[in-house]
């Protein structure tokens, strides 16, 4: 399993990045991808998820919710994470992880709390200014 997130950079608050999350070595569409970001000092948070295919589910966390819109193209094998609005507290390093147990995104938090995701790609840095 390979993921590698990237598209991050320095951008505007008020402005918007898209971030892009290639994966190979699984069969991506049956499972869900999860976002997370660590900003300096913090510890490790979920963002956001999107479950397979056929299960059809999103996850966005409260601070995120109407300004981020997760999405996949099954075709590429690529999740991307359109952050619109960006704050200076979204600043962050970002990664995306994915785990052969987790399809659905209905227990994101639980999965988040019991570390559950165990594939994860090298994280894209985003940096929003003032």
């Known amino acids: 399993v390979q993921l590698q997130a990237s598209g991050g950079g320095l951008v505007q608050a008020g402005g918007s990045l898209r971030l892009s999350c290639a994966a190979s070595?699984?069969?991506?569409?049956?499972?869900?991808i999860g976002w997370f970001r660590q900003a300096p000092g913090k510890e490790r948070e979920g963002v956001s998820c999107?479950?397979?295919?056929?299960?059809?589910?999103?996850y966005y966390v409260e601070s995120v919710k109407g300004r981020f819109t997760v999405s996949r193209d099954n075709a590429k094998n690529t999740v991307y994470l359109q952050m619109n609005s960006p704050k200076p507290e979204d600043t962050a390093v970002y990664y995306c992880a994915t785990d052969p147990r987790i399809w659905s995104c209905d227990y994101f938090e639980d999965y988040v709390k019991s570390r559950a995701f165990s594939s994860w790609g090298e994280g894209t840095l985003v940096t929003v200014s003032s």
């Open positions: 999107i479950s397979s295919s056929s299960d059809g589910t999103t």
């Open positions: 070595g699984f069969t991506f569409d049956d499972y869900a």
